[in-house]
T-cell receptor, first 115, second 116 residues
Framework: GQQLNQSPQSMFIQEGEDVSMNCTSS?????WLWYKQDPGEGPVLLIA?????ELTSNGRLTAQFGITRKDSFLNISASIPSDVGIYFC???????????????FGQGTILTVHP | EAQVTQNPRYLITVTGKKLTVTCSQN?????MSWYRQDPGLGLRQIYY???????DKGDVPEGYKVSRKEKRNFPLILESPSPNQTSLYFC???????????????FGPGTRLLVL
């Protein structure tokens, strides 16, 4: 099946630092999604991106949909201890297509924030 | 309270013994999906359902079955479990609308399965 390569696999940072992670794909997606998973919980959607080149913010989080539609990045500014968790990118095809509903996730980035 | 529930939360079983993990949502969502999460591999989609009686394969459907006889329930069936199906399983549901509402999947609490 399709694969998303997410990097880095893990990050150890100090509180207040900025964080950047990215995802690349061998194929095109029409929608990119970024999720966060807290320990013992299911993932929660952070940001959804729909257009190539689109830059979207949600508080201290900023994500961009790559021009080629094969990549995306997520930035977290001024990290705080509650940012700890696993961050996942995910790609989805458009509504109406035969693959709509099929969601492909990256391997995840484990973020640790030291106070 | 809007939620997705899964049962059981933890299960230890033996190879070949059929099992079912139930998933139920109370949000009247049309879309439901099953994922497995393994270290270093992220979440991988097993099966999804766009509506009642409509199911499709995800990336890793082998060894699993699903059914969608009614809107709120989407059980995952392992007819003959094997040790490589030891994993953390998540059920999710979402609205079928456009925009952010249509993208926001609500995940259940997870089912941790160990197959000996």
């Amino acid at each position: 099946g399709q694969q998303l390569n997410q990097s880095p696999q893990s990050m150890f940072i100090q509180e207040g630092e900025d964080v950047s992670m990215n995802c690349t794909s061998s194929s095109i997606f029409n929608t990119w999604l970024w999720y966060k998973q807290d320990p013992g919980e299911g993932p929660v959607l952070l940001i959804a991106l729909y257009k190539a080149g689109e830059l979207t913010s949600n508080g201290r989080l900023t994500a961009q949909f790559g021009i080629t539609r094969k990549d995306s990045f997520l930035n977290i500014s001024a990290s705080i201890p509650s940012d700890v968790g696993i961050y996942f990118c995910a790609g989805q095809h458009n509504a109406g297509g035969t693959s709509y509903g099929k969601l492909t996730f990256g391997q995840g980035t484990i973020l640790t924030v030291h106070p | 309270e809007a939620q997705v529930t899964q049962n059981p939360r933890y299960l230890i079983t033996v190879t070949g013994k059929k099992l079912t993990v139930t998933c139920s949502q109370n949000m009247n969502h049309e879309y439901m999906s099953w994922y497995r999460q393994d270290p270093g591999l992220g979440l991988r989609q097993i099966y999804y359902s766009m509506n009642v009686e409509v199911t499709d394969k995800g990336d890793v459907p082998e060894g699993y079955k699903v059914s969608r006889k009614e809107k709120r329930n989407f059980p995952l069936i392992l007819e003959s479990p094997s040790p490589n199906q030891t994993s953390l399983y998540f059920c999710a549901s979402k609205d079928s609308g456009l925009g952010l509402a249509g993208e926001t999947q609500y995940f259940g609490p997870g089912t941790r399965l160990l197959v000996l």
